[in-house]
């Protein structure tokens, strides 16, 4: 658990969770008016499972923001395979950030910028406070942005807690290279292409050895397999493109300001209206019974 002589910070990483609730194998949720619900549920349950679990004193959720961002004036193709969101996920959006609003949770998102970005902004600043700081997200990259104070919190693999040394542990580099293993391997995810015919193995393998892409690339001709001395050879700016794309800005126009995501109180009111729409039966009760043990 986090250092209990340190404010807790969490930034909260909105759509990689709206994403893997929608995807999660388990049965169809509906509101009694038949409208999908297993997002906001799934996505409320843990949220108010973090904020029990980890008492953090400070707490923002972290959202996308419709439109091209400056990746996509780099590389016209970034995350352009992505097929449209779902119309079952779209209509499913608007009660997680009413649950939001209801738990008092700050919503952070700027236009122009992934919230990786605004996430990796927000740590940045934070890290030269007396603060523990946890980014929760189950997303490997990430975890370029451990260090010092920072960590990664992944409610998807039990509140692992991700330092430098569990990065190592994990990926085989420290965080500061994440970025040049990624450079190389791609991400089919993000249609970021990397180096063609290498792999995360192969990439981990090219970085412990060189340090990073750009050495990798300078000493292309030192390498013994044909395939990645090829590689690196003939896609040396396809590879700097990928790392660029990769790296997480820390330099987003957003301003730390801890009052604002100090954790409220939530709105009982809000929350019981929402839940009651939605038809979360167990939730609702919980809400009841969290009342009566206040008023006890």
């Known amino acids: 658990m986090a250092d209990a002589r340190k404010p807790v910070l969490m930034l909260l990483d909105a759509m990689g969770f709206i994403f893997r609730a929608h995807y999660a194998p388990m049965d169809r949720l509906t509101s009694p008016t038949g409208m999908p619900t297993k997002v ?3 996505f409320a349950t843990m949220v108010r499972r973090l904020v029990k679990d980890w008492q953090p004193d400070y707490l923002g959720v972290v959202f996308d923001v419709a439109g091209p961002t400056f990746r996509d004036a780099l590389f016209a193709e970034y995350k352009a395979q992505r097929p449209p969101m779902p119309e079952d996920l779209s209509v499913q959006l608007p009660y997680v950030r009413r649950f939001c609003e209801a738990m008092r949770l700050p919503i952070l998102e700027k236009q122009g910028y992934e919230a ?7 740590a940045r600043q934070a890290a030269g406070k007396d ?15 451990v260090g010092g104070p920072v960590r990664v919190l992944n409610p998807s693999k039990a509140d692992l807690v991700i330092d430098a040394e569990k ?13 040049d293993v990624m450079a190389l391997m791609g991400d089919s995810i993000d249609n970021i292409p990397g180096a063609k015919g290498i792999g995360e193995k192969g990439a981990r393998a090219l970085i412990q050895r060189f340090g990073s892409v750009e050495a990798a690339l300078d000493h ?3 390498v013994e397999g044909k395939r990645y ?4 050879q003939n896609q040396r700016e396809q590879v700097l493109l990928s790392k660029k794309l990769a790296t997480i800005a820390t330099d987003v126009p957003v301003s730390l300001d801890l009052a604002s995501l100090s954790r409220r109180d939530p709105d009982a009111d809000a929350l019981r209206a929402l839940y009651a729409e939605l038809g979360f039966g167990r939730l609702l009760r919980e809400l009841a019974e969290t009342a009566a043990s206040a008023e006890a």
Not at 116 to 122: E, N, T
Not at 229 to 232: G, K, Q, T, V
């Open 40 to 42: 906001p549920y799934l």
């Open 116 to 122: 990786d970005d605004v996430i990796g902004a927000l």
């Open 131 to 145: 603060l523990d700081i946890f980014i929760v997200t189950a997303d490997k990259d990430m975890m370029q942005l």
């Open 167 to 179: 990065v190592q542990e994990i990926l085989g580099v420290p965080p500061e290279q994440v970025i």
């Open 220 to 222: 292309a001709a030192e």
């Open 229 to 232: 001395r090829e590689a690196l």
